[in-house]
């Protein structure tokens, strides 16, 4: 691979994982629970959409097909949180639970034929895939935001109490949310696996670090002072955030090795929290 594919392959990587810090920024910060079901649906959006391909479905349906499944798996969660009233954590673990069982099943499909996944696409192809996936599911989620919903959405964030005195379907609001957070996931499952021709059951691993770093990096970037510049502070320290982080591994650059991946995202994690606390001491000090 030449270094203007190896740029676009990691522009590609950096805006379907910009899927992945929306997830966590919607569940983190608007929500303000920990779901660890996402992990799991990055990876099942990874594996059905591979194991679709290799049985002959078209990959466009196949793209479909795994982001509704991460759908339903958000729904499984919430629906343990609302009607069984777990915690969110044990809500998400029983998820992922029975999750494992599918994914070993369609792992056994290995690697994905290459001519068989949209024709064989060239790093710019699918980075121009990519990005006519990412951009609209990226515009709806800020409409999505800033309409009535959303604000019901973030209302339910801030307690249940609030949530009841508005009159706000907290049932309604938490199913749909953590589904769409997971539906983001399973996309960018899917979007990984096109990209690569690979999937296995733990491609999601490091979501969640790497979800949350692309947050507190972005909000580096921009002042998050209103929804608006947040969504576009964690698209842009998602992207930013990835291809940083390709650039490090790529054997054809920098070439760390992907076996450094996530010692690479805990060690950025910690340090930026460490940052992001010191200038808030700093700042309380100077106040």
Same mark, same amino acid.
């Given at each position: 691979?030449?270094?203007?594919?190896?740029?676009?392959?990691?522009?590609?990587?950096?805006?379907?994982?910009?899927?992945?810090?929306?997830?966590?920024?919607?569940?983190?910060k608007?929500?303000?629970?920990?779901?660890?079901?996402?992990?799991?649906?990055?990876?099942?959006?990874?594996?059905?959409?591979?194991?679709m391909?290799?049985?002959?479905?078209?990959?466009?349906?196949?793209?479909?097909?795994?982001?509704?499944?991460g759908?339903?798996?958000?729904?499984?969660?919430?629906?343990f949180?609302?009607?069984?009233?777990?915690?969110?954590?044990?809500?998400?673990?029983?998820?992922?639970?029975?999750?494992?069982?599918?994914?070993?099943?369609?792992?056994?499909?290995?690697?994905?034929?290459?001519?068989?996944?949209?024709?064989?696409?060239?790093?710019?192809?699918?980075?121009?895939?990519v990005?006519?996936?990412?951009?609209?599911?990226?515009?709806?989620?800020?409409?999505?935001?800033?309409?009535?919903?959303?604000?019901?959405?973030?209302?339910y964030?801030?307690?249940? !109490?609030?949530?009841?005195?508005?009159?706000?379907?907290?049932?309604?609001?938490?199913?749909?949310?953590?589904?769409?957070?997971?539906?983001?996931?399973?996309?960018?499952?899917?979007?990984?696996?096109?990209?690569?021709?690979?999937f296995?059951?733990?491609?999601?691993?490091?979501?969640? !670090?790497?979800?949350?770093?692309?947050?507190?990096?972005?909000s580096?970037?921009?002042?998050?002072?209103?929804?608006?510049?947040?969504? !576009?502070?964690?698209? !842009?320290?998602?992207?930013?955030?990835?291809?940083?982080?390709?650039?490090?591994?790529?054997?054809?650059?920098?070439?760390?090795?992907?076996?450094?991946?996530?010692?690479?995202?805990?060690?950025?994690?910690?340090?930026?929290?460490?940052?992001?606390?010191?200038?808030?001491?700093?700042?309380?000090?100077?106040?």
């Amino acid at each position: 691979m030449s270094i203007v594919d190896s740029i676009f392959f990691m522009l590609a990587f950096g805006l379907a994982f910009s899927l992945v810090g929306l997830g966590i920024f919607l569940s983190n910060k608007v929500f303000k629970l920990i779901d660890l079901t996402c992990e799991s649906s990055f990876a099942l959006g990874g594996c059905v959409y591979g194991a679709m391909v290799l049985a002959g479905v078209n990959p466009l349906f196949a793209i479909i097909t795994a982001t509704f499944l991460g759908y339903i798996a958000g729904i499984i969660t919430a629906s343990f949180i609302n009607y069984i009233k777990l915690d969110a954590v044990i809500a998400s673990l029983l998820t992922i639970g029975g999750l494992q069982s599918l994914l070993t099943k369609l792992v056994e499909f290995k690697k994905i034929d290459p001519v068989s996944v949209f024709g064989n696409l060239s790093p710019i192809s699918n980075f121009i895939l990519v990005l006519i996936i990412v951009c609209p599911v990226i515009y709806l989620f800020y409409k999505l935001m800033i309409s009535e919903y959303g604000l019901s959405m973030r209302v339910y964030g801030d307690g249940e !109490i609030i949530t009841e005195s508005m009159g706000v379907n907290g049932i309604r609001i938490l199913s749909f949310g953590l589904g769409l957070e997971n539906l983001l996931f399973a996309l960018a499952g899917a979007l990984v696996a096109q990209m690569t021709g690979e999937f296995s059951v733990n491609m999601g691993s490091g979501c969640i !670090i790497f979800g949350i770093s692309a947050i507190i990096f972005g909000s580096k970037i921009f002042n998050n002072v209103n929804i608006k510049t947040a969504i !576009i502070g964690t698209f !842009i320290g998602a992207v930013c955030y990835q291809a940083a982080l390709k650039l490090l591994i790529s054997k054809e650059l920098i070439g760390l090795g992907e076996e450094y991946t996530n010692i690479i995202m805990a060690m950025t994690l910690v340090l930026l929290v460490a940052l992001k606390r010191s200038n808030y001491v700093y700042e309380t000090r100077e106040n």
